[in-house]
C-alpha cells in the first residue's frame, strides 16, 4: 500500500486548506486512514482518523476547525482545515492501518499505523 499526501501550501492565518492522501492497493488495507503532523521541533501529533463507516476520531485541538472524510470509491481521504493558525503549521501525514471491519473504531495511536505517507508542509503565517 502506497501513500500519496498533497494539497499543503502556505497560507495566513483564518486561511483554509484541503489535503488529500491517495491510497494504492486494497481498501480493506486503509480500513482507518489518520492525519498525523509533526511541527519543527516537536513530536509527532495525532489529528484526526477515518473508519471506512466514516466515523471520525479529532484532536481536541482541531475540533470545530478541522473535518476528516473519504471517498471510499477512490480510496482517497481528505482533511479539511479551516481557520488556521500559526499553531497548525507543520508536516502532515497520512497514514493508514488494516482492518477486517468497517467500524473499526479508528485509533489515535499512531504504533497502529503501518502505511504512511511522505508529508506534506503546511506553513501558516501570522
Known amino acids: 500500500v502506497q501513500l500519496q499526501a498533497s494539497g499543503g501550501g502556505s497560507v495566513q492565518t483564518g486561511d483554509s486548506l484541503r489535503l488529500s492522501c491517495a491510497a494504492s492497493?486494497?481498501?480493506?488495507?486503509?480500513?482507518?486512514m489518520g492525519w498525523f503532523r509533526q511541527a519543527p521541533g516537536k513530536e509527532r501529533e495525532f489529528v484526526a482518523a477515518?473508519?471506512?463507516?466514516?466515523?471520525?476520531y479529532k484532536a481536541d485541538s482541531v475540533k470545530g476547525r478541522f473535518t476528516i472524510s473519504r471517498d471510499n470509491a477512490k480510496n482517497t481521504g481528505y482533511l479539511q482545515m479551516n481557520s488556521l493558525t500559526p499553531e497548525d503549521t507543520a508536516v502532515y501525514y497520512c497514514a493508514a492501518y488494516s482492518s477486517p471491519s468497517q467500524r473499526t473504531v479508528p485509533t489515535r495511536d499512531y504504533r497502529l499505523y503501518r502505511h504512511w505517507g511522505q508529508g506534506t508542509l503546511v506553513t501558516v503565517s501570522s
Open positions: 492497493g486494497n481498501i480493506v488495507s486503509t480500513a482507518v
Open positions: 477515518i473508519n471506512l463507516s466514516g466515523s471520525t
